[in-house]
């Protein structure tokens, strides 16, 4: 029972990470109706980022979170303007395969400068702290992580639905035409869009530096369950992959007590489940 | 899932360029097939016959995945899990001391099934739901096999080594080109099954779908069921494939045989040769394997890979200049030549379709 | 009356909480031009879709030479003869002309050199033989229009719909359509064909069924139709 609790307990905190991925992913998703597969990547490139800000600069993670945002965010925008905002318009196969390419390019690069060995900081001040309430522990890193994670995902929730700026980019997703007509410039939304999901995923990298290791490949598993999270939550639902990402957080936690190595694949099997049967999400209205 | 609009609205037409080329003619079919026989006769070292063996089986694959995506436009990332099916049905065969050219062969219903088994309901999803679907799909099986006692595991399983003949498809690993020559007979007969389906009817209505599926629907098309019967070709080819490659390095495990890796290159392999062309998986599977080949030797020991750098970049590059891929490429450069040497027939090759289309109704 | 082709009984479909039509019937008697005239948002284009066995009705049934063809999927719809054209023009626009008339009359003609002769004669019939060999995503709006009535052609239906094709042409492009209509219909294929504009299909039609707000308001020869004040009250509240 102990057991289940603390699972549950560790399972909301990561799912609160899930949630800040998956925000960037269903806003682009909903906004462009394109698929950004390079989503681990950029997270992957926040940890590196948050990495090297503590090995050059003896930067802890908490204190690189602006720094990785904002370079992620620079290379979100580098990432639309390079090649995505290229192939709008074209064939779908493109659109489709861009995202892909850069995937392969980013972890291709990474592993060409860094290597592919796993780089951690050692000490971050989070892992400090612990709390014990009743028979669960609970870890600094993972409140640490949870609560920034949780902040992030608010702000951006925040900005999509309460600014004017915000509006403009969700009037650009419903309908290009007419938001050019009352003279919204989409493809500025869309790059918008870009940076916001590089902020999201720089901040989640360096939040993961607190009890996790960098490495080419450390996005993919985020990114893959960010993907079941925006299913969850609805495609293109910000607030639903925020309330999703806790929910798959809960359930991995708790399918991981019972079988650590199937975590994945079941929550692919939810994914697949809830894609094919219920197609505008478990939270999804529509 | 909005509407789709102005700055969404998709021209296919950009997807395989000029028509009326898809389809090879019997003389480009005829020259290719010359310089891939001729081949390890003029590079004869048994590197260079290692790079063909491999451009070729995975050329059968990519062939395979061109079909489903390229063709019939269902872009399916998770096609290693019939490059899987065939290679550890093939593994567990040989491995109970069947032929490998029967084990080979009854894997390809096996695989057909399987991707029409998968097909059945993902095929309700489109454009990237439906790739994503095909990832799930894959990356459960793979955290099946690799979990799951009885197929090795993550460890893998490894072939017996038996006396060299065709019949038990082994050879000197000293001179490959027995090696080489097979897998040139697999790649034809993995091309002319994918040409036998595209020709008639099957090809005009995968098309169709893959330009419009409510229009194909509208002429009568059973869209359902033609995307599966793509699918079940697409799976058996690239099952053939995967059959073959294990009994030529004589060993699979998840990464090698179903991880999504490989699905990435089968993809990688037809788009940078040009997605929707027939010959184009094949061009896109000799451009990386060479390239992987050359960057391993190059930067082998610092862990360091720039190959899959330079795929991501190629790819990138590709889809947006030209999404037809290095053929379409070589068809624009070739074109004002072929125009300036044989006048007539140059002209006719590229149609000029903004000309035709100012004709007045 | 006996021998409609298509019978359309009391045919309802709901989205949401918003009936696009609400129990409309009436029926197509073999080798008649049928107006679906109304102004927009009239249900117009959902009548159609069912028919076509695009959208599931979601009460009411329908029945297409002597069959009830009530829920079918679209390409069955299309084998038992019912072709269809699409307002928004959706040509198979990575293949030429022929190529898109060929895989057409493959429904009826399972080889290659049959359903080439089928698209041939269709070319002829639709005058798309200037641009047999484009590619059809290079056409114009006018060429598409035509190809998407040369397609259906192909498919040889009983019946043809025929969703706003004369609108957005040209006065000369919109004469020789309508020459096109009335030869495809001489041909022996019943016509069903949707409007916009009243006076585009007034000379054309035999008869005319007149939606408002997803029900039949009117019905009759296009003359009755034009008097009929609760037509005319219902395109000058729409300001037409």
């Keep these: 029972m102990t057991d289940l609790l603390q699972s549950v307990v560790n399972g909301l905190l990561i799912g609160a990470v899930f949630a800040l991925v998956a925000v960037g992913l269903t806003l682009i998703y909903g906004v462009m109706d394109v698929v950004n597969f390079a989503h681990g990547e950029m997270v992957m490139l926040g940890m590196y980022t948050s990495f090297f800000a503590w090995s050059l600069l003896g930067l802890d993670p908490l204190l690189s979170i602006p720094l990785a945002g904002v370079s992620i965010a620079l290379t979100g925008a580098l990432m639309y303007f390079g090649a995505v905002g290229r192939v709008l318009g074209k064939s779908p196969l493109a659109q489709v395969i861009v995202t892909f390419g850069l995937q392969v390019f980013l972890r291709g690069l990474a592993q060409f400068l860094w290597t592919p060995n796993t780089r951690t900081v050692p000490r971050p001040w989070a892992a400090g702290l612990r709390w014990e309430i009743g028979p669960v522990v609970i870890g600094g890193p993972q409140v640490i992580m949870a609560v920034g994670a949780l902040l992030a995902t608010g702000a951006v929730a925040y900005f999509m639905n309460r600014t004017r700026l915000g509006g403009a980019v969700r009037a650009a997703g419903e309908d290009p035409a007419a938001a050019s007509l009352m003279g919204i410039d989409p493809r500025k939304m869309y790059a918008l869009c870009w940076v916001i999901a590089g902020l999201a995923t720089g901040v989640a990298g360096a939040l993961l530096m607190n009890s996790y290791s960098a490495s080419p490949t450390a996005g993919v598993s985020f990114v893959l369950m960010a993907f079941v999270v925006v299913a969850f939550g609805g495609f293109g639902s910000i607030t639903g992959a925020a309330l999703a990402g806790l929910l798959v957080g809960v359930a991995q936690g708790v399918v991981g007590l019972y079988a650590p190595s199937y975590t994945l694949a079941a929550a692919l099997a939810l994914y697949l489940v809830v894609v094919l049967v219920r197609p505008q999400g478990l939270l999804g209205t529509r | ?361 | 009356m006996t021998g409609a082709l298509l019978r359309i009984d009391n045919l309802s479909c709901r989205f949401g909480g918003l009936w696009a039509n609400r129990d409309v019937s009436f029926e197509v008697e073999p080798g008649a031009i049928v107006g679906l005239i109304g102004p927009n948002g009239a249900g117009k284009s959902t009548l159609f879709s069912m028919v076509a066995g695009a959208q599931r009705p979601t009460s009411g049934r329908l029945e297409f030479d002597g069959r009830d063809v009530t829920g079918w999927a679209p390409h069955r719809a299309a084998r038992a003869g019912v072709g269809r054209t699409f307002q928004l023009m959706r040509v198979f626009g990575s293949m030429t002309v022929r190529e898109n008339l060929t895989t057409a009359a493959f429904g009826r003609h399972s080889r290659l050199r049959d359903a080439r002769r089928r698209a041939d004669e269709v070319a002829e019939l639709a005058g798309l033989g200037p641009v047999l060999d484009s590619p059809a995503a290079s056409l114009t709006a006018a060429w598409k229009k035509r190809l998407e009535m040369g397609r259906a052609l192909a498919t040889e239906p009983k019946l043809l719909l025929l969703d706003e094709v004369l609108s957005g042409l040209t006065p000369t492009e919109a004469r020789e359509a309508v020459e096109i209509v009335r030869t495809i219909n001489r041909g022996g294929v019943t016509i069903l064909m949707v409007e916009h504009v009243m006076e585009v299909i007034m000379p054309l039609c035999h008869r005319v069924v007149v939606l408002h707000y997803g029900q039949k308001i009117s019905e009759g020869t296009p003359e009755q139709v034009a008097h009929d004040p609760t037509v005319v009250e219902a395109y000058l509240g729409k300001a037409l």
């Design chain 2, 1 to 361: 899932m909005s509407a789709p609009t102005v700055l969404r609205r998709p021209s296919p037409a950009r997807l395989s360029g000029p028509t009326g080329r898809r389809l090879p003619s019997w003389g480009t079919a005829a020259l290719i097939l010359a310089a891939l026989a001729a081949y390890p006769l003029v590079f004869a070292d048994s590197a260079a016959h290692n790079i063909g063996i491999l451009a070729l089986t995975f050329g059968i694959a990519a062939t395979g995945w061109n079909l489903l995506g390229g063709y019939a436009g269902q872009v399916s990332f998770g096609h290693a899990l019939y490059f899987g099916t065939g290679a550890y049905t093939t593994a567990a065969l040989v491995r109970q001391g069947w032929s490998p050219w029967l084990a080979i062969a009854l894997s390809l219903p096996l695989a057909a099934l399987l991707a029409a088994a998968v097909g059945w309901p993902c095929f309700r999803l489109r454009h990237h739901y439906y790739s994503i679907a095909t990832i799930a799909v894959a990356e459960i099986v793979f955290i099946l096999v690799t979990n799951l006692p009885g197929l090795g595991q993550a460890n893998g399983w490894e072939l017996p080594v038996v006396e060299q003949s065709l019949a038990n498809l082994q050879f000197s690993l000293l001179d490959k080109r027995p090696y080489y020559y097979v897998a040139l007979g697999f790649f034809c007969l993995a091309a002319l099954a994918v040409w036998l389906f595209l020709r008639g009817r099957a090809g005009n209505y995968v098309r169709a779908i893959r330009d419009d599926q409510e229009a194909a629907a509208a002429v009568g098309i059973d869209v359902h069921r033609y995307k599966l019967a793509a699918a079940a070709l697409s799976g058996a080819v690239t099952a053939l494939a995967g059959g073959y490659y294990v009994m030529y390095v004589l060993f699979v495990d998840p990464p090698s045989g179903l991880g999504l890796d490989l699905s990435v290159s089968f993809t990688l392999m037809a788009v940078l040769g040009g997605v929707g062309r027939f010959w184009g998986p094949l061009l896109g599977a000799w451009v990386l394997v060479f390239v992987q080949d050359v960057t391993r030797q190059e930067f082998s020991g610092s862990g360091r890979s720039v190959d899959l750098l330079l795929y991501g970049a190629l790819i990138v590059l590709v889809s947006i200049t030209e999404p037809g891929g290095l053929l379409a490429i070589g068809q624009r450069l070739w074109a004002p030549v072929a125009r300036r040497l044989g006048g007539g027939r140059g002209g006719k090759a590229a149609p000029e379709p903004a000309g035709s289309a100012e004709v007045k109704p």
